[in-house]
C-alpha cells in the first residue's frame, strides 16, 4: 500500500512539472548558482554524446526516454512519463496530491548532478555561453535547464536567442556539454 501511495504522489509531480512553452524558461539570481531550483523545461536528467536521454519520472524511476514514451503536455512543454499508468494516475491528480508530490519530485531531482559548461579557471567558476563567450558565473548569471544539462549564458541577449531556438537547435549544444566538450 505504501508503493502505491507513493507510486500515486509520484506521478501527479510531473503534471504540476509542466511550465512554459517550448521554450526553455529562463532563471537569474541564486537560480543561477544553485541551478536545480528553477523549474527544468523538461525531466530528463542526463543525455549521452549520441542524444539518448534519461528521464526522472514523477514516480521516481530513471528510464531513457524513447520515441513511445508516454508525455504529458502542458502549454507547449512535453514531460516524459515512464508508462501510461503513471500518465493517468497523474491527470486525476488533486492539487493537494500534486503539491506533496511535487516537493518529492523535486528532492529527488535536485540531488541530481547534471552536466554543465562550467568550469574552474584561477579559482572562480567560468563558463563558456553558447556564442563563445567565456566569463565568471555569478548570481545574476541567467540559466536554462533543459535535457540533463544546464547551461549558463553570458547575458540577456544570450539567453533570449537561446530561449529562441527550437528544441531540436538547442540540443546540438547541449550533447556538445553532456559529452564534456
Not at 521554450?23 to 537569474?28: G, L, M, Q, R, S
Not at 524511476?61 to 502542458?74: G, L, N
Request: net charge negative; hydrophobic share 40%; aromatic share 6%.
Amino acid at each position: 500500500m505504501r508503493r502505491i501511495s507513493i507510486v500515486i504522489f509520484g506521478v501527479v509531480a510531473l503534471y504540476g512539472l509542466c511550465i512554459g512553452s517550448d521554450k526553455p524558461a529562463v532563471a537569474t539570481g541564486e537560480t543561477a548558482v544553485k541551478s536545480h531550483q528553477h523549474m527544468p523545461l523538461n525531466n530528463v536528467v542526463k543525455m549521452d554524446a549520441e542524444g539518448k536521454r534519461t528521464a526522472l519520472c514523477c514516480c521516481g524511476y530513471e528510464f531513457t526516454v524513447t520515441p513511445t514514451a508516454p508525455t504529458m503536455d502542458h502549454e507547449g512543454t512535453s514531460f516524459y512519463m515512464c508508462g501510461e499508468g503513471c500518465k493517468e494516475m497523474a491527470m486525476k491528480a488533486t492539487p493537494e496530491e500534486n503539491a506533496k508530490t511535487m516537493a518529492a519530485w523535486h528532492e529527488k531531482y535536485d540531488a541530481l548532478s547534471m552536466a554543465d559548461n562550467t568550469h574552474m579557471k584561477d579559482g572562480a567558476r567560468m563558463a563558456t555561453c553558447v556564442c563563445g563567450a567565456e566569463f565568471a558565473v555569478t548570481e545574476n548569471t541567467p540559466i536554462v535547464t533543459e535535457n540533463g544539462v544546464t547551461m549558463y549564458l553570458c547575458g540577456e541577449g544570450c539567453a533570449e536567442h537561446f530561449s529562441a531556438m527550437s528544441a531540436d537547435e538547442r540540443l546540438t549544444p547541449e550533447k556538445k556539454v553532456a559529452a564534456g566538450m
